[in-house]
């Protein structure tokens, strides 16, 4: 069956990098696009951009350009999510969700928590 | 990104029907069939639970259901169970290249 299995919990210090994986299993990975969500903590669900898993092309919602990079190993169906220069504020739960945009997210990651601390 | 609008919190008492708003705009919700709708327990991850407005992915239960009118989609939940109890998030499909999806701010629903 579907599912998405995300790298597990990350405790960086300020101005550190994180790389967060999102491996997929049960379906044609190029089939479908991966998408971001961001969820801080007792906040809501906001979307970060999503990447095509059949040219690698990713795209970047406003506010996560620059330190945020969607890339892909498709070789292993894997997904990824680096934040360079990590900020206290970057502290949250990441999920990656699949869902070609316009298309709903039918299946998400279990999360993946950031926490940046010194 | 201006999220679309929901109440912060509902409740209901087993057995009745809620319904929760998501309001947007002639650019989102208003013009695209594309409202999807996601329950989330705490410290788990959003679950699925309507798309394209109406739609039940299978295996969700029919006491879920969808609709729209206008700029606003809502959901209802009848037979209010105490399982319900958690957050619901609306999204929709908008026409921009940068922000395609948008996600309203959800609502706590609270059983009583």
């Known amino acids: 069956q579907v599912h998405l299995v995300q790298s597990g919990s990350e405790l960086k210090k300020p101005g550190a990098s994180v790389k967060v994986s999102c491996k997929a299993f049960?379906?044609?990975?190029?089939?479908?696009?991966l998408n971001w969500v961001r969820q801080a903590p007792g906040q809501g669900l906001e979307w970060m951009g999503w990447?095509?898993?059949?040219?690698?092309?990713?795209t970047y919602a406003p506010g996560f350009t620059g330190r945020f990079v969607f890339s892909l190993d498709t070789s292993v169906n894997t997904a990824y999510l680096q934040i360079a220069s990590l900020k206290a504020d970057d502290s949250a739960t990441y999920y990656c969700?699949?869902?070609?945009?316009?298309?709903?997210?039918?299946?998400w990651g279990q999360g993946t928590m950031v926490t940046v601390s010194s | 990104q201006s999220a679309l609008t929901q109440p912060a919190s509902v409740s209901g008492s087993p057995g009745q029907s809620i319904t929760i708003s998501c309001t947007g705009t002639?650019?989102?919700?208003?013009?695209?069939?594309?409202v999807s709708w996601y329950q989330q327990y705490p410290g788990k991850a959003p679950k699925l639970i309507i798309y394209?407005?109406?739609n039940r992915p299978s295996g969700v239960s029919a006491r879920f259901s969808g609709s729209k009118s206008g700029n606003a989609a809502s959901l209802t939940i009848s037979g209010l169970q105490a399982e319900d109890e958690a957050d619901y998030y609306c999204s929709s499909y908008r026409n921009s290249r940068t922000t395609p999806v948008i996600f309203g701010g959800g609502t706590k629903l609270t059983v009583l």
């Open positions: 990447i095509s898993t059949k040219i690698g092309n990713p």
């Open positions: 969700a699949r869902g070609e945009v316009g298309d709903a997210l039918d299946f």
């Open positions: 049960g379906y044609t990975f190029s089939a479908y696009a």
């Open positions: 002639n650019s989102d919700v208003g013009y695209y069939n594309y």
């Open positions: 394209d407005v109406t």
